[in-house]
Structure formats: C-alpha cells, structure tokens
C-alpha cells in the first residue's frame, strides 16, 4: 500500500500474539497483492480492465467495494472509487485493512488493547494499561515535525483517528465532480470515530468539499468529530471536539 505500518498489542500469551501479528502481516501483504492498483496482475487491476468479474475475485474484493458503495451514497458523491476515470478504491482499502488488522488482533486471547497505524490512520481498541487512555497525535500540516492537537481515547475502547490532506502526498485527493485535483482551502482534515474504514473515507471526502461545506458535513454524521485546517492556517472544529483531546 505504499506505506508502513505500526502495530501495538497488550497484554496475550506471547506466543498467541505472535502468531496473530504473522497472521496479520500477512494479511496486510495479501490485501496489497489483491488490492494494489500500481501492479497489473493484481485483482482489482485486472477487475479495471474487465479481466475478471467480481464474483471471480476474492470475497474481500466485493466487501470493500460495497462498503466504498455505502461511503458514496452517505457523502453524496464526494467519496468515490473512481480515480481519473478508472477503479480505483484505494481510497478505502488501507482504512478497512487497518480496521481489519486490529479487529483480528484484539480477538487474541488476553489482549487487552491494540493499536494499529497504517500510513497514519489509526485504529484503537481497548486501552494501553489500567487507567491510561491511547492518545493519537495529529500532525501540524503547515509546522513540519509539530503537532495540531492529541486525540485521547479517554472513555472509549473503539476510536479511530484518520487524516487526508496535502502535507504527505502532495495534491491527491479529486473532485469527483471534474475528474481533476480537489480545490480547496484546506491543507488538512483529521476525523475521529468508531471505525478507521469510515473516518478514512469521511476524511477524503470532507477535504475534497472545502472547509465551510466539509465541516457542515461532518457535523451531520452520528459519532464523528474532525478537525480541519484551512491553508491559511485557521483552524476548525466540529462542536464535540473538545473532549476527546488531551
């Protein structure tokens, strides 16, 4: 997927854990494998270019896509696996494989709590230790090395935390309206929620919209908060920000 990946367990039997963190990095590199649009034998390439239907992929082929279907539908438009007018659902894949990886953790026998970071987005389940909450630091897009603000997951055993935005990858995210890059005022926007595969596909989305309507947007979802910063270094919050950060 283009990125590296972290993974924090505690607690489990040792050597339980370490099967389950084989299990997923294996895993990781099989969704890589199915999913990659940068190689032309994978899955979803050969889906692309009508080589194979989606009955012929694996299941988790079919999976993600409805997901990315639900993503659409509920950001009107904005969330989209079509990329300059081919397939393309990267856009959802390393949320859902993150998501994935933590969930398959955490089912470990005596695993108190997981964290899993792919590329930056991050998955938390359960808690670090007894009476210590996971707590996500977002990067300061326009202070390289800074931070804009720490997520806590304070009071909650399920947070995911989910950036999109220009300071990694340049100009990547499109306006699926024009087929071209996003103009936007904004240079970043960080969502916080239950699950990594939706805050993933919320935080592209809002960014591609802009400030004024991404942040509408984003106050109409059940269970989500996000933090956006606009180029000219002005910062915005949804209303129930405030306290998951610490």
């Given at each position: ?134 707590r996500v630091g977002v990067s300061d897009p326009l ?84 933090l956006l910063i606009t180029a000219g270094d002005e910062v915005r919050c949804t209303q ?7």
């Amino acid at each position: 997927m283009g990125t590296v990946f972290s993974l924090d367990v505690r607690g489990g039997e040792p050597g339980a854990v370490r099967a389950a963190l084989d299990e997923v990095v294996a895993g990781l590199h099989r969704v890589d494998e199915v999913f990659s649009t940068y190689r032309d034998s994978s899955q979803v390439s050969r889906l692309a270019r009508g080589e194979l239907t989606v009955e012929e992929c694996d299941p988790e082929v079919a999976e993600v896509l409805e997901l990315a279907a639900e993503a659409e539908r509920v950001s009107d438009g904005w969330f989209s696996t079509r990329y300059r007018g081919s397939l393309d659902p990267t856009g959802i894949v390393k949320g859902w494989a993150v998501e994935r990886a933590a969930r398959r953790l955490a089912a470990t026998p005596g695993v108190s709590g997981v964290s899993v970071n792919g590329g930056g987005d991050v998955q938390l389940l359960g808690t670090p230790g007894a009476r210590r909450p996971w707590r996500v630091g977002v990067s300061d897009p326009l202070r390289p090395g800074g931070l804009a603000a720490v997520v806590s997951a304070a009071g909650t055993t399920e947070l995911a935390v989910a950036t999109s935005g220009t300071a990694e990858r340049g100009a990547h995210v499109i306006d699926p309206r024009t087929g071209r890059s996003a103009v936007t005022d904004l240079v970043a926007v960080t969502v916080v929620a239950p699950r990594v595969t939706w805050a993933d596909c919320w935080a592209t989305a809002a960014f591609a919209m802009g400030s004024r309507e991404g942040l509408a947007w984003l106050e109409s979802l059940p269970d989500v908060e996000a933090l956006l910063i606009t180029a000219g270094d002005e910062v915005r919050c949804t209303q129930g920000l405030a306290s998951r950060l610490g």
